[in-house]
């Protein structure tokens, strides 16, 4: 696809064990968790700490896995807090409520960051979970008939995406390529109607029959029993247009070097955690690990686009 030069890339993959074309991506912030530590050693962990979790999944397995090798290798006791809305955990790491958390990828961030004026900071990657276009009567992109409509959800962080996902399976162009921020008064030119739907809704458009593809995040496409099979494309992971999407370990900027911190970010990567995280997102996970300089400045450039959106 047309892709602008100035759109963030994340490096290459150094562990990913799954391929990018599971069928199926995540919610508008894929499922995670929110992390919180209260220290009562110094940074490197050497003396007991006790770590509140506040978490999106609570109920997860891997979440007790995780608490587990916590208290084994770092002597860490980590404590679990569920957040059921998303607008809640970077208020709470702001106001100190947290030290942590891990329920977002970099462009939500780069938004909550552009229209608060906060300087949170990712310091360690989870995954990515790729966000597939599906269609039920068609197995290709290329051949979906002229003006055939295809839904996107209609809200600001899914727009961008499913538009770069249907820029990047040759259905339209964006303004420059696109960006994190991208919205349909940037398609220059298109073989499909866009339609816009709630993200709840762009399943049950496609099974109606209404639209014939439609962008449907992972929990939608669960919840309505597509198959995989009718994921007819999806974003790779290693692009540019789906760098923005990882998802990460967020602290205040003033804790972004905490050694206890990083280490925490390090151990979602243990193979039991991983295998524990595939197993609750049915396989689908592109594992990353991403270095917390290179994350950060990918939030600059991404919060940057944020700022040129008219998001401050």
């Known amino acids: 696809m047309s892709e602008s030069p100035d759109a963030p890339q994340l490096p290459a993959r150094r562990r990913s064990r799954w391929p990018w074309i599971a069928a199926a991506a995540a919610v508008v912030v894929a499922a995670g968790a929110v992390i919180a530590i209260t220290t009562s050693g110094d940074d490197d962990g050497g003396d007991a700490t006790t770590v509140r979790i506040g978490v999106a999944?609570?109920?997860?397995p891997y979440w007790k896995t995780y608490q587990d090798l916590a208290k084994q290798r770092l002597n860490v006791t980590v404590n679990l807090v569920n957040f059921s809305?998303?607008?809640q955990p970077n208020p709470a790491?702001?106001?100190?409520?947290?030290?942590?958390?891990q329920f977002q990828h970099i462009q939500y961030l780069a938004n909550y960051n552009a229209t608060s004026g906060d300087d949170l900071?990712?310091?360690g990657a989870t995954a990515v979970y790729p966000l597939p276009l599906y269609s039920l009567k068609f197995k290709t992109p290329q051949e979906l008939p002229a003006g055939a409509k295809?839904?996107?959800p209609n809200d600001a962080i899914n727009q961008a995406r499913g538009l770069l996902v249907l820029q990047a399976a040759g259905l339209v162009t964006l303004?420059?390529?696109?960006?994190a921020f991208s919205s349909t008064a940037d398609v220059e030119s298109k073989k499909v109607d866009v339609v816009t739907l709630d993200a709840s809704q762009t399943a049950g458009a496609l099974q109606a029959g209404s639209v014939a593809g439609a962008i449907v995040n992972n929990n939608y496409a669960t919840s309505a029993k597509l198959p995989r099979d009718n994921a007819i494309f999806q974003d790779d992971p290693a692009s540019a247009s789906a760098a923005p999407y990882v998802n990460i370990f967020t602290a205040r900027k003033a804790d972004k070097d905490n050694a206890t911190y990083l280490k925490l970010?390090?151990?979602y990567h243990d193979p039991a955690v991983e295998k524990g995280v595939q197993e609750a997102?049915?396989?689908?996970a592109v594992l990353r690990t991403v270095s917390a300089a290179d994350l950060q400045a990918l939030l600059t450039t991404v919060q940057d686009q944020a700022v040129a959106a008219g998001k401050k």
């Not at 999944?57 to 997860?60: F, I, L, P, R």
């Not at 790491?93 to 958390?101: A, I, R, T």
């Open 175 to 179: 303004k420059g390529g696109g960006t």
């Open 281 to 284: 997102n049915g396989n689908v």
């Open 93 to 101: 790491l702001k106001e100190k409520q947290l030290e942590l958390n």
């Open 85 to 87: 809305d998303y607008s």
């Open 57 to 60: 999944d609570a109920s997860a």
């Open 265 to 267: 970010a390090e151990l």
């Open 121 to 123: 900071q990712p310091i």
């Open 150 to 152: 295809v839904a996107i």
